[in-house]
T-cell receptor, first 113, second 115 residues
Framework: AQKITQTQPGMFVQEKEAVTLDCTYDTSDPSYGLFWYKQPSSGEMIFLIYQGSYDQQNATEGRYSLNFQKARKSANLVISASQLGDSAMYFCAMSSNDYKLSFGAGTTVTVRA | GAVVSQHPSRVICKSGTSVKIECRSL??????MFWYRQFPKQSLMLMAT?????????EQGVEKDKFLINHASLTLSTLTVTSAHPEDSSFYICSASPANQGTQYFGPGTRLLVL
């Protein structure tokens, strides 16, 4: 069974600063994928970044980077230079061979001006 | 690319009626689509996996006779909530993956309110 843990229910960050969202996972599958999605108040799920379990380098997408530490089973998301529009709920998710996604509980990020 | 639409975005219905929600992949073909349910302030819970041309696979605890799923084509899956009750009120969201890709792209979701 797969499990995703996000221990931070909510976080505040000052505009233009960086914020790290924690995510740990547990799986017995040797091959898996890790995802981060953003969900604003409108409800849509926006794909941010993907990391494969065999990828050697940490994934980056613009202001988003994924700090992948395989031995620790962690996949933290770093948002650099926070903007007011980054205020949203952020979900960490994991998939394995059947492509099903298991989601963490989510972290609410509030960016302050 | 990888755009998924859902219709309707919001629906209010009376208890006992059925509601159909459509999920379409607009610019790619999806042999598999997924249906999720999300209650306020909670995470997404997978309800079922919709497979084109075959029966859907339901997660444990999800009633297949209550939540009917039809995947009629490579770009369309529908979820019908039958005999809806107030406890079925929730945010329903679908996702789809382009062939040979693991990333799921989500529709904008449907807010269902059953009175």
């Amino acid at each position: 069974a797969q499990k995703i843990t996000q221990t931070q229910p909510g976080m505040f960050v000052q505009e233009k600063e960086a914020v790290t969202l924690d995510c740990t996972y547990d799986t017995s599958d040797p091959s898996y994928g890790l995802f981060w999605y953003k969900q604003p108040s409108s409800g849509e799920m926006i794909f941010l970044i993907y990391q494969g379990s065999y990828d050697q380098q940490n994934a980056t997408e613009g202001r988003y980077s994924l700090n992948f530490q395989k031995a620790r089973k962690s996949a933290n998301l770093v948002i650099s230079a926070s903007q007011l529009g980054d205020s949203a709920m952020y979900f960490c998710a994991m998939s394995s061979n059947d492509y099903k996604l298991s989601f963490g509980a989510g972290t609410t990020v509030t960016v302050r001006a | 690319g990888a755009v998924v639409s859902q219709h309707p975005s919001r629906v209010i219905c009376k208890s006992g009626t059925s509601v159909k929600i459509e999920c379409r992949s607009l610019d790619f073909q999806a042999t598999t689509m997924f249906w999720y349910r999300q209650f306020p302030k909670q995470s997404l819970m997978l309800m079922a996996t919709s497979n084109e041309g075959s029966k859907a696979t339901y997660e444990q605890g999800v009633e297949k006779d209550k939540f009917l799923i039809n995947h009629a084509s490579l770009t369309l899956s529908t979820l019908t909530v039958t005999s809806a009750h107030p406890e079925d009120s929730s945010f329903y969201i679908c996702s789809a993956s382009p062939a040979n890709q693991g990333t799921q792209y989500f529709g904008p979701g449907t807010r269902l309110l059953v009175l």
